[in-house]
């Protein structure tokens, strides 16, 4: 508990074999199906390159009935371990040797960190996503008390975790299907964190002050929105809007809510700096955050094409 009496969810690190300037072969991978739009090699391999560190990171399409075979390479000599991400969060839950108790107490991860042969399940994405949120000047101060997260899975338990208990929001969880919603809520109700399940009609909006789309619509899809129906006009004038979908950079989402004259963002910061903290699981070096950041441009990854009121008419 910090201060506040809010639960912190900043990034514990362990301790690391892997000395800077090793010439030790070590290898790091991606675990995902689809791997469409991953920037991640681009950010960890060039991490290696700044550690001075014989390294390379690679995406490899898992899909789920090959999650478990998978998961055993990361036991070989010179693995580091992995990142996972749609649809394996979850499932990777009862594969792992042990899990932090952030990773626990959230349900998901998504980053593995292999030690003396065990496989140790983190979560990178809530103290990522809050970190992210801090970078754009929104953090446990503010005059809302609610925040509403869109989507159920892996990444949606995040940020609950991180708003709820990192931040002492009110969280408000809308989804395609309410029975996740219910039941991810219902993994709150015995602790102090209000989490509730709604439809968008029951939303009290004018409590609302940020907006985190968790879930994978628009991924891909440029005229596909997680909030199709809504009236942005009856939100706060200083809403934040963050989409962790990042590929198209400018999402639907993120174009309805500058057409009401709203700040939206995607989730290009919340990629990179869960990436760095997956990458000092792994190695114990910390590289610089700009690391990242200037992977992701170099990957084309459109990290500047923000939207903004100012610049709510450009596209993809």
């Not at 349900?107 to 042969?117: F, H, I, L, S, W």
Request: hydrophobic share 45%.
């Amino acid at each position: 508990m910090n201060g506040d009496g809010h639960t912190e969810v900043g990034h514990t690190q362990p301790e690391h074999p892997h000395a800077e300037g090793s010439q030790t072969p070590l290898s790091a991978y991606l675990f995902a199906d689809p791997v469409l739009h991953t920037r991640s090699p681009a950010m960890h391999n060039a991490a290696f390159a700044a550690c001075g560190l014989n390294g390379v990171y690679q995406a490899r399409q898992v899909r789920p009935a090959e999650l478990g075979a998978a998961l055993q390479t990361l036991r070989l000599p010179g693995v580091l371990g992995a990142n996972l991400t749609i649809p394996h969060k979850e499932a990777a839950l009862p594969l792992l040797d042990t899990l932090s108790a952030a990773a626990q107490r959230i349900g998901a991860v998504n980053t593995v960190v292999r030690r003396g042969g065990l496989l140790r399940g983190e979560n990178t994405d809530a103290p990522g996503l809050l970190q992210a949120l801090a970078d754009l000047g929104y953090g446990a101060g503010g005059e809302y008390p609610a925040a509403v997260v869109l989507g159920a899975g892996g990444a949606a338990r995040a940020a609950v975790y991180a708003l709820g208990a990192g931040l002492g929001r009110h969280v408000y969880l809308v989804n395609r299907t309410r029975a996740r919603a219910q039941e991810l809520a219902g993994a709150w109700a015995d602790s102090d964190v209000r989490v509730v399940a709604a439809d968008i009609a029951e939303v009290p909006w004018r409590e609302v002050g940020l907006i985190v789309n968790a879930s994978s619509a628009g991924l891909g899809e440029p005229d596909q929105t997680p909030l199709p129906g809504l009236d942005f006009g009856c939100l706060n004038a200083d809403t934040l809007i963050y989409d962790m979908v990042y590929a198209p950079p400018i999402t639907r989402l993120m174009l309805q809510a500058c057409a009401a004259g709203l700040r939206a963002e995607n989730g290009l910061g919340m990629l990179a700096h869960q990436a760095r903290l997956a990458f000092i699981a792994w190695t114990g070096c910390q590289p610089q955050a700009s690391v990242f950041f200037e992977a992701l441009e170099r990957a084309g990854a459109a990290f500047s094409e923000s939207a903004s009121p100012e610049s709510g008419s450009g596209g993809p």
